[in-house]
C-alpha cells in the first residue's frame, strides 16, 4: 500500500512528494499566522503554502472577517476577479451548509472538481455549475473550506491547475488540511481580538460619555460635549444634534459643519428625516451620500459641504423622539453592526443626560421664579427644616426686624431667631409661635408679636408645618404678616365706636323712657298715637341693639369679648326666647322640640340668650308667608346641639359659608326686601366659638334653612 501510495507520490507528471519542503511549508504558515502581522500578510504566507503542498498553477486564499468583509490573497488573479470568486465561491459552501444535513459535520472534507465539463457520478453539483461561471480552465480544482469551532465557514482554500486528485496523493491532501485547520485557528483568534478590541472600545466610548455627560447640568454643555465626543468615539469630521420643538427642528450644537448646511438642515429635517426616524426608532446609516441620502436636495447639500458618510442616530427618552444625533465623515466609512450599536448606546446616554439637563434647567428656572415671588412678598418669611435649622429668610424679613442683610439668618437654629425677637421687644409667650409644639408637630401656631425695636410693630405670625408629596413633615414656614396699620386703624374705630355709643346711648335712652312714660299714662288716645308712641319704643331697641353690636364686634376683634360662664341648664333658656318670641308675629308658630336628655353646658346665658333671640328672629323674618318655626335642642356626643328651623325663602349653598362674615347681606341692593346690617350671624358666630363651639347652615333656596350650632356638654 505504502508503495503504491509513494508510487502516486512521485507519478510522472505529478508534483514530486519532498515531505521537508512541506514540513517547512507549513511552519512558515504557522509562524505568519501567530506573528499578529497584518491579515494580507500572513494570508500571503498562507497561499504559498498551500502552493508549494499542491503543486497548483493557481492559488486563491479567503478569509471573511469578523464583520463578514471578504479578504482575499492570490498571485495568479487579478483583485476584482479574486474578490468575485472567493465571495461567490463562500456563498455556495454556506448554501451547501443549508441544504445538507451533514454539511456541518465534515469539518475536514475537501472539495474536489477533477473536470467542470465532466458531469461524473457522486460529484458536488454546486460546486461544479460554479466553475463555468468564473471561467476556469477545465482542470481539477480543490477546494479546502475554513470552518470554524461553531461550523460557520470563516473562510477557503481553493488549488486549481492539479490534473487529477489521484495524482496529489494521500501525504499532500493531509498536509493541505493540516493547512487549513491552522488557518482557521489564526482566522479565529482573529475574530476574537476583534471583538474584544471592539468591546474594549465600546467600553472605553462608554466611559468617554459617562464622564463627559454625566458631569454638567447645563444643556448647553452637555450638547457641546456630545458633538466633541463623537470626534474621539468615532472618528468624525463633524457632528451635530436637532432637536425638536414646536416650530419645527433646531440645531442645538454642532461641530465641523457649516452653519449654511445646517440651516438646509434644520428645513430638511422637519420635512423629512424627523418622519424617518419616527418610523425607524433605530439610526439611520448613509455609506456614500453620493449615491444614497434622503432626498436629491440632501444628497446635494452633502456634496457642497464635501460629506460622504452619515450616521443619524434619534433621541429617545419614553418612547418618545425629541431630537436626533448625526455624525459626519468626508470620505466613505463602513460602519459594522458593532459599530452602530455603539453609536445607539452612546445616543441612549446622551439622551438620558439631555432629559436630566432639560429637568435641572426647568428646576432652576422655578427656584428663580420662586425666588422672585418670595422676595416680593409683602409677608416676612422664614423656613426651617426639622432640625430647626433656618434654611430661608426673606428681604422682607430682614426689614421687619431691622436687621441688615449681613446677619445671615440662614444656618442659624430657630433657637436663635426667638431670642433675636426677644432682643428686639417680643414677650417670651408670643415668641413661642418659632418652637415646633412636641405635642402636636403637625399643629398651626398663630400669635401676634409685638416688637418696640427699632420701632413699634405689630406682626401676625403663623407657624405652619411643611410636608412633602408623601405627606411626611419636612419643616414649617412661619409668615410674618404687619399688622401695625390694622392695629392703629383699629383702635381708631374702637374710640370712634366708643364715642358714638355714648352720644347715642343717651338720646336714645331718653326718647325710649319717654315714650314708655306717655305709653303707661292712663290717658285716652287716638289709636294712630298709641302706634306711633309703640312704633317709637320698638325703633329704639333696634338702635340700641345695633349700637351694642357694634360694640361686641369691636370687643370680639379685640379678642376681648367679655363672657360671664356658668353651669346652665340649656332647656330652660330655650324655652324662655321660644315663649318670649312666640307671640311677634300672629302668622308664624314658633315650637320647641327636645331630643334625649339634655346635659348642662358651659354658657354665658345672656349671650346665649341673644344667639338664639337672633336666629329665631331671623327665622321669622325670612319667612314672610308664614308657617311653623322650629327650635330643636338635642343631645349629641359630647355636645348639645341647638337648631332653628324655617321654611322661608332659603339661602344657595355658595353663600352658606359667607352669611357669617361681617356686614354680609345676599341681597345687598337698596330696594332689598329685608333690612339689617348684616352683624347679626356674624355675632352669633363670634359668641359660639368663644364658647369653643361651631355653627353652620344648611339650606335649600325656596324650601328654607336649618341654623345649628353645638356647644360642648359638661362632664357629669
Same mark, same amino acid.
Given at each position: ?603 354665658? =346665658? #345672656? @349671650?346665649?340668650?341673644? !344667639?338664639?333671640?337672633? *336666629? ?9 308667608? +308664614? &308657617? $311653623? ?41 337698596? =330696594? #332689598? @326686601?329685608?333690612?339689617? !346690617?348684616?352683624?347679626? *350671624? ?9 364658647? +369653643? &363651639? $361651631? ?22
Amino acid at each position: 500500500m505504502r508503495n503504491n501510495e509513494a508510487q502516486q507520490e512521485n507519478a510522472p507528471g505529478g508534483p514530486f512528494l519532498n515531505e521537508g519542503l512541506i514540513t517547512a511549508a507549513l511552519w512558515r504558515a504557522a509562524q505568519a499566522c501567530s506573528s499578529g502581522a497584518a491579515i494580507s500578510g500572513w494570508l500571503a504566507r498562507v497561499e504559498q503554502a498551500a502552493r508549494d503542498i499542491t503543486g497548483a498553477r493557481l492559488v486563491l486564499v479567503t478569509a471573511a472577517d469578523d464583520d463578514q468583509t471578504i479578504i482575499t490573497s492570490s498571485a495568479d488573479l487579478p483583485p476584482d476577479e479574486s474578490a468575485l470568486l472567493a465571495g461567490s465561491l463562500m456563498q455556495v459552501l454556506r448554501i451547501r451548509d443549508l441544504s445538507s444535513a451533514t454539511g456541518r459535520t465534515e469539518r475536514d472534507r475537501l472539495f474536489m472538481l477533477e473536470n467542470a465539463n465532466a458531469a461524473r457520478k457522486g460529484e458536488d453539483i454546486l460546486l461544479r455549475e460554479l466553475v463555468p461561471q468564473l471561467r476556469l480552465p477545465p482542470s481539477a480544482a480543490l477546494i479546502a473550506p475554513l470552518r470554524a469551532t461553531d461550523g460557520q465557514i470563516v473562510g477557503l482554500i481553493l488549488t486549481q491547475g492539479i490534473e487529477t486528485h489521484r495524482v496529489l496523493g494521500v501525504k499532500r491532501m493531509q498536509a493541505l488540511q493540516v493547512l487549513a485547520f491552522q488557518t482557521t485557528l489564526s482566522i479565529e483568534g482573529r475574530h476574537l481580538r476583534q471583538r474584544s478590541d471592539t468591546f474594549c472600545k465600546r467600553m472605553e466610548a462608554i466611559r468617554y460619555a459617562v464622564d463627559h455627560l454625566a458631569a454638567p447640568l447645563e444643556l448647553e454643555a452637555i450638547l457641546e460635549s456630545m458633538v466633541e465626543a463623537a470626534e474621539q468615539v468615532f472618528g468624525a469630521d463633524g457632528a451635530s444634534i436637532y432637536l425638536g420643538q414646536r416650530e419645527g427642528v433646531r440645531c442645538a450644537a454642532s461641530r465641523g459643519i457649516s452653519k449654511a448646511y445646517l440651516q438646509r438642515a434644520e428645513q430638511l429635517g422637519s420635512e423629512s428625516f424627523w418622519d424617518t426616524m419616527r418610523s425607524t426608532k433605530g439610526p439611520i446609516y448613509f455609506a456614500d451620500l453620493s449615491t444614497e441620502a434622503f432626498d436629491a436636495s440632501h444628497r446635494e447639500m452633502a456634496r457642497q459641504e464635501g460629506i460622504r458618510s452619515m450616521v443619524l442616530v434619534p433621541l429617545i427618552w419614553e418612547d418618545t423622539i425629541f431630537g436626533g444625533f448625526a455624525i459626519y465623515h468626508r470620505s466613505v466609512r463602513p460602519y459594522s453592526y458593532d459599530e452602530m450599536e455603539l453609536a445607539q448606546t452612546f445616543t441612549e446616554h446622551a439622551a438620558v443626560a439631555v432629559h436630566r439637563a432639560r429637568i435641572y434647567k426647568a428646576a432652576q428656572r422655578t427656584r428663580s421664579n420662586l425666588e422672585a415671588v418670595i422676595n416680593s412678598m409683602s409677608d416676612g418669611l422664614l423656613v426651617y427644616d426639622r432640625q430647626g435649622v433656618i434654611i430661608l429668610a426673606n428681604p422682607r424679613l430682614y426689614d421687619m426686624f431691622g436687621l441688615d442683610k449681613s446677619a445671615k439668618l440662614e444656618h442659624s437654629h430657630i433657637r436663635d431667631f426667638a431670642r433675636l425677637a426677644q432682643t428686639k421687644g417680643a414677650s417670651t409667650s408670643a415668641t413661642a409661635v418659632y418652637i415646633e409644639p412636641d405635642s402636636e408637630p403637625l399643629a398651626r401656631q398663630h400669635s401676634i408679636v409685638e416688637l418696640k425695636h427699632p420701632e413699634i410693630r405689630y406682626l401676625e405670625v403663623v407657624n405652619q408645618p411643611v410636608m412633602n408629596r408623601s405627606n411626611d413633615l419636612i419643616g414649617r414656614a412661619i409668615f410674618h404678616h404687619d399688622i401695625t396699620r390694622e392695629r392703629d386703624s383699629q383702635r381708631v374705630k374702637d374710640e370712634f365706636l366708643s364715642m358714638l355709643s355714648h352720644e347715642l346711648r343717651t338720646p336714645l335712652t331718653s326718647i325710649k323712657g319717654y315714650a314708655q312714660i306717655l305709653l303707661r299714662r292712663p290717658v285716652s288716645r287716638p289709636e294712630s298715637d298709641v302706634r306711633a308712641l309703640q312704633a317709637i319704643d320698638v325703633q329704639t331697641d333696634k338702635m340700641l341693639r345695633l349700637i351694642e353690636d357694634l360694640l361686641t364686634v369691636s370687643r370680639t376683634e379685640k379678642g376681648r369679648i367679655p363672657l360671664q360662664l356658668e353651669r346652665m341648664d340649656p332647656v330652660g333658656l330655650v324655652q324662655s326666647v321660644v315663649d318670649h318670641l312666640g307671640g311677634i308675629s300672629p302668622r308664624h308658630e314658633v315650637v320647641l322640640e327636645i331630643t334625649g336628655s339634655i346635659p348642662r353646658v358651659s354658657a354665658d =346665658s #345672656r @349671650r346665649l340668650r341673644d !344667639v338664639l333671640i337672633n *336666629l329665631v328672629e331671623n327665622a321669622i323674618k325670612y319667612s314672610p308667608d +308664614g &308657617g $311653623r318655626v322650629i327650635t330643636q335642642i338635642a343631645n349629641g356626643s359630647g355636645e348639645v346641639t341647638f337648631s332653628v328651623t324655617d321654611f322661608g325663602i332659603g339661602i344657595p349653598e355658595s353663600s352658606w359659608s359667607r352669611v357669617f362674615d361681617e356686614f354680609y347681606q345676599l341681597d345687598s341692593s337698596n =330696594s #332689598r @326686601r329685608f333690612g339689617g !346690617v348684616g352683624l347679626g *350671624l356674624h355675632i352669633c358666630k363670634l359668641i359660639v366659638e368663644a364658647h +369653643g &363651639g $361651631r355653627i353652620w347652615v344648611r339650606s335649600v333656596p325656596g324650601e328654607g334653612s336649618v341654623f345649628s350650632f353645638a356647644l360642648p356638654a359638661c362632664a357629669d
